[in-house]
């Protein structure tokens, strides 16, 4: 029997139908799992969820983050069972087999187990998220891993006589595409950005990008690089034989009931091309600004600036610090029914509905002043620029920011007194500068500590000099760091955290651009007036015990006040 959890959930008065109706629209486009959505939404709390489930079918709950799963007892059920019944086996005492489930009243389900396993079954009840997350580290694809690496390697030969054939695609079963999509598979489960395989003179690495640092998971048989690349080569539609050029491409797959993105880009090294695959999972996407780690202050002075009718708004920092996302929140929260957006990109990462998105395209001039010139005549009220490169770019975005538009774009920039100067060296007028833009958000990523195993920690007296901390401004503060556990890859950070350098154009700060005050100067007066740097708000993360002094030091080591 399935029960509807999120209409007993309106029944019970713990979320309305809106928010049920928000929940299940994710869940049908992105394929995520409902009660999951409504706790990452914050609609409901996870321990709530859980008391609320074990309350309607009126069985003992089990919080699956807070036990260590064996998995000798989970070889019990093969992986497909676990899978199909949303089923986790969490413990064994004699013949009876403890297991957690997401609906403990499908009977059918139990007795299958009972059958499958031989022992008395146990059922305790888990949230979906939870069950799901358990299955994967359990039912770990590290071994199917190993095992199609070994295939491979035990068939090496025939596949590279046939490659041919492969590459014509008549090897479909080729242990290679097995390799491939496992690849991708494991990529996502753990969390990684980016996929590098990289050909050297007697080896093949893949490395994963997880939480912005590369691991190096395994070596493929060197003897198969041709035929790992020319598959994927295959799989995003570009030029097999051609191997002297680099070349870019997309891969779109459909993994466990969600859609995903990859970007494939090739290079020709001196031992062959090197791939690297970014992965777009929009599942992963949080476009909501409250929950982007912003202090209070810097938001309200960020959200007031996106929703200004006129001006820029400029988000800086170097590749991989969450510009993007940043921005696709920024342009969700003021995405509505009466205002045009359009933004022209290279490449759309993700796409939005209700928002007319561009690629640029160099090879056919189709410039982001070129698609900025022609947003221009499409009417459009709010238009972001995925960068401003040049001067051209720079005054049709500054002339559009003048003229009644809220323009959004980026630039490469350690902090955010310094675009000021970025955009004056670019050939920019300072009067122009000091009339059009709006505020200025420079950005970084640091890796959260894990919530698991993070350790408190003391600050020494070299340290406390090293951060520029005072006793007073640790007072009531808990620092941890990290240490390393099961859930976190033993690295001790499990996820990203952003931390933000909100600059308002104020009055003050616009008279110091018209008297071309230097960049220091303009910072001094920003802070004077509220602003906090990167390294503030990152000492104020440490703080509260979400990153680690090491993030702290690596990530806003350049920015000194003065």
């Given amino acids: 029997m399935k029960i509807d959890v999120g209409l007993k959930l309106v029944q019970a008065n713990l979320i309305d139908e809106d928010q049920l109706r928000r929940a299940r629209e994710i869940e049908k486009t992105e394929g995520t799992i409902l009660t999951s959505t409504l706790v990452k939404l914050g609609v409901i709390a996870e321990d709530r969820l859980l008391q609320f489930l074990s309350e309607l079918y009126e069985t003992p709950p089990i919080n699956l983050q807070e036990i260590d799963l064996d998995p000798l007892v989970a070889k019990l059920l093969p992986a497909e069972v676990a899978s199909k019944f949303q089923v986790v086996p969490v413990g064994r005492n004699g013949r009876v087999l403890k297991v957690a489930m997401a609906n403990p ?33 359990l039912y770990d694809s590290s071994e199917t891993m190993q095992d199609v690496i070994n295939s491979i390697q035990d068939e090496v030969e025939v596949v590279e006589h046939q490659e041919e054939d492969y590459d014509s695609g008549g090897a479909e079963e080729a ?19 980016d996929i590098h395989i990289e050909p050297y003179e007697r080896k093949l690495r893949v490395r994963f990008r997880i939480d ?8 493929p048989p060197i003897k198969m690089k041709s035929a790992i690349i020319s598959r994927i080569k295959i799989m995003a539609e570009l030029d097999i034989a ?55 202050r810097s938001l309200d002075r960020f959200i007031k600036a996106i929703e200004s009718p006129y001006g820029m708004v400029l988000v800086t920092g170097p590749t991989g610090s969450g510009k993007t996302t940043t921005l696709y929140s920024a342009l969700s929260r003021i995405n509505i029914p009466d205002t045009n957006i359009m933004t022209a990109e290279d490449p759309v990462e993700y796409n939005i509905d209700g928002i007319n998105q561009v690629n640029v395209n160099d090879a056919i001039d189709l410039t982001f002043a070129a698609a900025l010139r022609a947003f221009l005549r499409q009417d459009p009220n709010v238009v972001m620029v995925g960068e401003i490169r040049d001067k051209e770019t720079a005054s049709i975005a500054i002339k559009a920011a003048l003229t009644g538009h809220l323009v959004l774009s980026t630039l490469h920039t350690n902090d955010a007194p310094s675009t000021l100067n970025r955009l004056i060296d670019m050939g ?27 350790e408190p920690l003391e600050l020494s007296d070299e340290l406390m000099a090293e951060l520029e901390l005072t006793p007073d401004s640790t007072k009531g503060a808990t620092p941890f760091q990290p240490k390393g556990c099961y859930d976190c890859n033993d690295t001790g950070y499990r996820g990203r955290q952003g931390i933000y350098e909100v600059m308002l154009i104020t009055p003050a700060v616009r008279d110091l651009i018209l008297e071309h005050r230097p960049t220091s100067e303009i910072k001094v007066q920003a802070v004077k007036e509220g602003m906090l740097t990167l390294r503030m708000d990152a000492l104020e993360k440490l703080k509260l015990g979400m990153t680690s002094v090491e993030e702290v030091l690596k990530e806003s080591a350049a920015d000194q006040l003065g």
Avoid: H, W
């Fill in 105 to 137: 009243a499908n009977f059918f389900a139990i007795d299958d187990i009972k059958f499958i396993t031989g022992c008395e079954v146990s059922v305790f009840v888990a949230t979906e998220g939870q069950i799901k997350v358990a299955i994967d580290s």
């Fill in 175 to 193: 242990p290679v595409v097995k390799f491939v999509n496992t690849l991708i598979a494991e990529a996502v489960r753990r969390g990684a950005s």
């Fill in 212 to 219: 912005g640092v590369l691991y190096e998971m395994m070596s």
């Fill in 242 to 296: 051609e191997k002297r050029v680099p070349q870019d491409g997309r891969i779109k797959i459909r993994l466990t009931k969600k859609t995903i993105d990859l970007r494939v880009s090739t290079l020709p090294t001196i031992f062959g091309e090197k791939v690297v695959m970014r992965i777009l999972d929009k599942s992963n996407l949080a476009l909501d600004l409250t929950k982007l780690g912003f202090d209070k």
């Fill in 428 to 454: 920019v007028e300072p009067f122009l500068v000091a009339s059009s833009v709006n505020l200025i958000l420079a950005q970084r990523l640091v890796r959260r500590l894990c919530e698991k195993c993070k």
